[in-house]
């Protein structure tokens, strides 16, 4: 081959490369060129990029800055361009939580990649994700230490960080996932109760029967609700002598709100069973002498109002005849 051929080959090649650089510098191929060696600025494992539920996505469809190369200092990611935009595989509604939560509202305050990550982003049902949900409290601890520590201690951290108990509640199942609401928000106090009857039934109903609980029901937050009484991240069982209902510290509890509580003011009924005659036979007695009673009283009026009606129409027709 002549040197004027192989000269033309080398500069035709060259031009076809210099223009679709642009477009195949989109691809994790051409990114990872720079990015994917260690020790790299802004460093990217392939190996994660490959493994997170976003390996279909090219760079820049996350990047959009990016339109060639060399590129400038890009523009933070915009998770909503998709997760609200519209995309069908894209989650939407936590966008929207997120949008009106506290942490959205905060300065400095967590963003997506907080708690997702970044090129490593994992299913929240992957054990391994930030966002499984044992290792939520890890994640939320991250930068709130204080109830973290608290939590691990409580009946709840013990069930989820040391038995692996997934049943047991997690940060985002009393503070919402993404919409996170202020903690003094009466609609999130009054959703709350409903939310630790989810797991609770029967105590919801319980304490449904009760004033504290007739009040609440009918949206005021002035009595006590669950945590008031139970505690909130380290609610123990009240059989532990360090629960806030335990026979040791209830009199301490009820005074928070009620200033002359006394032992005998803390015997009150906070969930009572009417149907449970082992735990509250006064209740249970009581229930049904007084079941049996109004039963027999209305049984005797409708009776008694019968043969009345009854006597009433035969003397009308004697009179007729």
Known sequence: MSATLLSRVFFISMFLALISFPAVA??????????????????VSEEQLNDSVHRE??????????????????????????????EAEAAGA???????SVHAMAAGGPVCKTCHGTHHILSSEDPRSSTYRS?????CGSCHPGPYGIYKTSIHGQMVLERGDLKAAVCYDC?????????????????????????????????RETYHGQVTNLGYT??????????????LPPQNPGSTVSEQNIVTTCRKCHAYANRNFAEYYPHPNDRNRQKYPVLFYTFWAMSTLLIGVFSFFIVHTSLWAYRGIKERRQKKQ
């Open 222 to 235: 002035t009595v006590a609700r669950c945590p008031d009484c139970h505690g909130s991240h380290g609610i």
């Open 135 to 139: 290792n939520v409290p890890r994640l």
């Open 57 to 86: 996505l090219g760079c820049t469809d996350c990047h959009v800055s990016i339109t060639g190369y060399p590129h400038k200092r890009i523009s933070p990611v915009d998770c909503l361009g998709c997760h609200s935009g519209g």
């Open 175 to 207: 503070h919402m996932e993404h919409a996170v609401p202020p903690i003094g928000e009466p609609r999130w106090k009054l959703w709350l109760i409903q939310e630790c009857g989810s797991c609770h039934k029967r105590q919801l109903d319980t304490y």
């Open 26 to 43: 989109s691809d994790g191929e051409n990114c990872l060129s720079c990015h994917g060696r260690k020790g790299a600025p802004y460093y």
């Open 94 to 100: 936590a966008p929207r939580d997120y949008s009106q």
